[in-house]
C-alpha cells in the first residue's frame, strides 16, 4: 500500500505567517490529493481537492499544490481561526490513506 | 442540502459487535459513494472502507478484512457498518463520509458516532 506522510507534525506561527505543511506519497498518486481541515471537536472539513482545486466557501488564503509524490498546503495569511490540524489524503485508489496530520497553532 | 445523520453513541463489551447507521437526506444513496472513517481519541484519521461505484463491490481496508461489514439500504437510504469482534482499541468516533461527486475525497461528513468498548 501507498504510505503518506506529513510534515511538519505540528507547527506554531503568528497571525499573518504564510505556513506551508508538505504531504508526501511513497509512490506517485497523480493529482488524486485532498487536504482537510479538522478544528477541536469538530467533524473534518474538505478544503482541497485534486491536489490544487478549491473546495466551494474555502478562503482563498488555503491553497494547494503538487503532483507525484509531493504536495503542499499553504495558508497565505495565518488567521486565528485557522488553528486545526490539517489532513492529506490519496484517493486515487484503495486504500483512501490519510496523513498522520499537522497540527497548527497560534504563537 | 446533503445530510447524513448518524446513529448515537454506543458502549460495547469487549468481544461484542456494534452496528452504526447513516440516514442520507437531500440525495438518494445510489448517487452516492458512502465511505467510513475513524478515529481513535487523540488520533488521526483512518479509512475502513467504502463502495466503489466502477465495479459495485465495497472495499475494505486490510486491517478491518473479516471484521468489518459495510451495507446499504436503498429503500431508506440508510447506509451501515457493522464491526465485530470489539477491542478497546476499537474505541474510537465512527463517521461516514462522501462525495456527490462519487470520487473518493470526502465533502460530506455525518457529525460521527463514538463506540466505546469496555469491560
Known amino acids: 500500500d501507498i504510505q503518506m506522510t506529513q510534515s511538519p507534525s505540528s507547527l506554531s506561527a503568528s497571525v499573518g505567517d504564510r505556513v506551508t505543511i508538505t504531504c508526501r506519497a511513497s509512490?506517485?498518486?497523480?493529482?488524486?490529493l485532498a487536504w482537510y481541515q479538522q478544528k477541536p471537536g469538530k467533524v473534518p472539513k474538505l478544503l482541497i481537492y485534486a491536489a490544487s482545486t478549491l473546495q466551494s466557501g474555502v478562503p482563498s488564503r488555503f491553497s494547494g499544490s503538487g503532483s507525484g509524490t509531493d504536495f503542499t498546503l499553504t495558508i497565505s495569511s495565518l488567521q486565528p481561526e485557522d488553528v486545526a490540524t490539517y489532513y492529506c489524503?490519496?484517493?486515487?485508489?484503495?486504500?483512501?490513506?490519510f496523513g498522520p496530520g499537522t497540527k497548527v497553532d497560534i504563537k | 442540502q446533503v445530510q447524513l445523520v448518524q446513529s448515537g453513541a454506543e458502549v460495547k463489551k469487549p468481544g461484542a459487535s456494534v452496528k452504526v447507521s447513516c440516514k442520507v437526506s437531500?440525495?438518494?444513496?445510489?448517487?452516492?459513494?458512502m465511505h467510513w472513517v475513524r478515529q481513535a481519541p487523540g488520533k488521526g484519521l483512518e479509512w475502513m472502507g467504502g463502495f466503489d461505484p466502477e465495479d459495485g463491490e465495497t472495499i475494505y481496508a486490510q486491517k478491518f478484512q473479516g471484521r468489518v461489514t459495510m451495507t446499504e439500504d436503498t429503500s431508506t437510504d440508510t447506509a451501515y457498518m457493522e464491526l465485530s469482534s470489539l477491542r478497546s482499541e476499537d474505541t474510537a468516533v465512527y463517521y461516514c463520509?462522501?462525495?456527490?461527486?462519487?470520487?473518493?475525497?470526502?465533502?460530506?461528513w455525518g457529525r460521527g458516532t463514538l463506540v466505546t468498548v469496555s469491560s
Open positions: 463520509a462522501t462525495s456527490v461527486t462519487t470520487s473518493w475525497y470526502f465533502d460530506l
Open positions: 509512490q506517485g498518486i497523480s493529482n488524486y
Open positions: 489524503q490519496k484517493y486515487n485508489s484503495a486504500p483512501c490513506t
Open positions: 437531500g440525495y438518494t444513496l445510489t448517487e452516492l459513494s
